[in-house]
């Protein structure tokens, strides 16, 4: 499935599996469709990440797989060549940037100050990923908005069910759950029912956000 920002847009939650291994992947990505999420990253310093990227595109149609913690446009091309329908990354690299927009491939790169948030969005990122959010704050993006009102934010880092419909009513375009629900304690445990809960909880607060504001 390739990346479909429409459908994003939609539910703009992207989640991150950091240290997730093959003999969890199935159980994590039930889950994941059970919560109602469909766009899951799998970080490049996970373990045979890009094996598990190919394997999750194969075997997960429902899913709209990408590549996370991309730092270099090698890095970029081997999770293209596994199957990556996006690409996020902790920093802005105008190769990585160049390479995506050649490739027509959605990039999420990370970005803090007005100066760099202008500069990824201008070599043409998909949104920009505000990295660590929660060291700003939700009123960061209403701040940031303010000037850079065309420019689409994605708030990662602290967000949970208790402080999303700040994030998004600030002005933030779409967030990230990562650490916090897909624990490796959790994956390795297999407590896909309680990954489930939290999905579903996370979810249903951007949901209501939605239909309230429509």
């Given at each position: 499935m390739s990346f479909d920002l429409h459908r994003f847009e939609s539910a703009p939650v992207i989640g991150i599996l950091r240290g997730v291994k093959e003999e969890s992947l199935q159980g994590v990505a039930d889950a994941t469709l059970a919560g109602g999420l469909r766009f899951l990253e799998i970080t490049l310093n996970t373990p045979d990440s890009y094996h598990l990227i190919k394997k999750a595109t194969a075997q997960y149609t429902d899913l709209t797989i990408g590549a996370g913690t991309v730092l270099s446009v090698e890095e970029a091309k081997m999770a293209l060549d596994s199957g990556a329908q996006f690409i996020v990354a902790p920093d802005f690299e105008?190769?990585?940037a160049a390479f995506c927009v050649e490739n027509k491939l959605a990039y999420f790169p990370g970005a803090l100050t007005p100066t760099e948030?202008?500069?990824a969005w201008k070599s043409g990122?998909?949104?920009?990923?505000v990295f660590p959010a929660s060291q700003m704050g939700p009123d960061y993006f209403k701040q940031v908005k303010g000037p850079f009102d065309k420019v689409k934010l994605m708030a990662v880092g602290g967000v949970n069910p208790g402080n999303i419909k700040k994030y998004l009513g600030a002005g933030a375009d779409a967030v990230a759950l990562g650490g916090s629900i897909y624990?490796?304690?959790r994956m390795e445990n297999g407590s896909f029912s309680d990954i489930q809960k939290d999905i579903e909880e996370f979810m249903f607060e951007v949901k209501t956000f939605y239909s309230n504001i429509s």
């Open positions: 105008e190769k990585v948030i202008q500069k990122a998909t949104m920009v990923k624990s490796v304690e």
